[in-house]
């Protein structure tokens, strides 16, 4: 008999992966816009993912909206613990949003434009770490409710977590413009590509040894059997994936740096499942213990088989649609 309470499970882990590799690299690219002059390749820059950014945050709402249908208890202890940062994280994604559509109409005021999309892209990424490692350091409740206080989240390691999910974002985005530019832009790419992937290892490195030193159910999970058979690979291959994004960056590849990013992107969610797992509030409320009644899942799950492969084909399409190169002079979004 199938289980509906994993096959919920499935569905909303594979809507948060590929909503933080599709936004992921856009907000990047916004992470990244302080660090280039030009202004005709800010217009590039903004060209690559203007026609498809929308779409991509459409992967957060399948994620809630799943979240609120198969896991309500999820859903509203994880809000209320993580009501101020996910507050602040949709101001910033507001701002950023409201600068796509302004900037390429504005005259006098376009630098305006281009700080709120710096910084609604810095903070959205920022804050979206923020409610991670908030989210893993675990969650106070009492008979379901959270117990905890409004301030619970803001620690050292959720704002490690914030600095880090920025620094990510920023090497998917840098990879997404080494794929989607040439000439000057793409050669400066290339350039940070290798400053990105020492700040990412170097946070990863500090993510792996802070976690299981503070929080020793995540270090029992880490180093029983058989979760150990399968986290022992992760810290190897990433090692490998940063090696073969350096040597794609010196052979001047133009989409493998993207590619290889995108799997230590995934590198990094198996290990962020696997120091949680079973459970999805932590540190001891499982999946099973949180699901919706076996009724509503089986109702739901109706909704997700009809619309899910809509939305893969919708931004299949979109993506394939606006799959050249972008260059300073190209016709872009307005």
């Not at 609120?68 to 507050?87: D, G």
């Not at 590509?193 to 946070?203: T, V």
């Not at 994936?241 to 198996?270: E, M, R, W």
Request: charged fraction near 10%.
């Amino acid at each position: 008999m199938i289980d509906l309470v994993l096959v919920w499970v499935g569905i909303i882990g594979l809507g948060v992966l590929i909503y933080v590799i599709l936004d992921g690299f856009d907000l990047g690219i916004g992470i990244l816009f302080p660090f280039i002059k030009d202004h005709q390749e800010h217009d590039v820059m903004m060209n690559t993912v203007a026609p498809v950014w929308d779409g991509n945050e459409t992967w957060m709402v399948l994620g809630g909206a799943g979240l609120y249908a198969a896991f309500p208890l999820v859903y509203s202890t994880v809000l209320s613990a993580l009501y101020l940062p996910i507050t602040f994280m949709v101001v910033a994604l507001i701002f950023r949003g409201v600068a796509f559509e302004f900037r390429f109409k504005a005259t006098r005021t376009k630098y305006l434009w281009d700080q709120a999309f710096i910084w609604g892209s810095i903070l959205s990424s920022f804050f979206q770490g923020v409610i991670l490692g908030a989210y893993i350091q675990g969650i106070e409740t009492t008979n379901g409710i959270y117990s905890g206080g409004g301030w619970d989240w803001l620690t050292p390691f959720s704002i490690f977590s914030g600095i880090g999910v920025v620094a990510m974002y920023a090497t998917l985005g840098c990879g997404w413009l080494i794929m989607k530019t040439d000439a000057k832009l793409q050669k400066q790419m290339y350039k940070f590509m290798p400053k990105l992937l020492i700040a990412l290892l170097l946070i990863f490195a500090g993510v792996s040894l802070y976690t299981p030193m503070t929080h020793p159910e995540i270090a029992d999970r880490w180093f029983s059997l058989p979760n150990f058979l399968y986290f022992s690979p992760v810290p190897v291959l990433v090692l490998i994936f940063v090696g073969l994004i350096l040597k794609s960056c010196n052979q001047k590849h133009d989409s493998k740096p993207f590619i290889y990013t995108l799997a230590l992107v995934f590198l990094a969610f198996t290990g962020f499942v696997i120091s949680l797992w079973p459970n999805i509030i932590p540190p001891s409320v499982t999946i099973w213990q949180a699901a919706a009644p076996e009724s509503s899942l089986k109702f739901t799950l109706v909704g997700a088989v009809i619309l899910i492969p809509i939305i893969i084909a919708y931004t299949f399409l979109s993506y394939w649609v606006f799959r050249d190169k972008v260059r300073v002079g190209d016709e872009g979004y307005h």
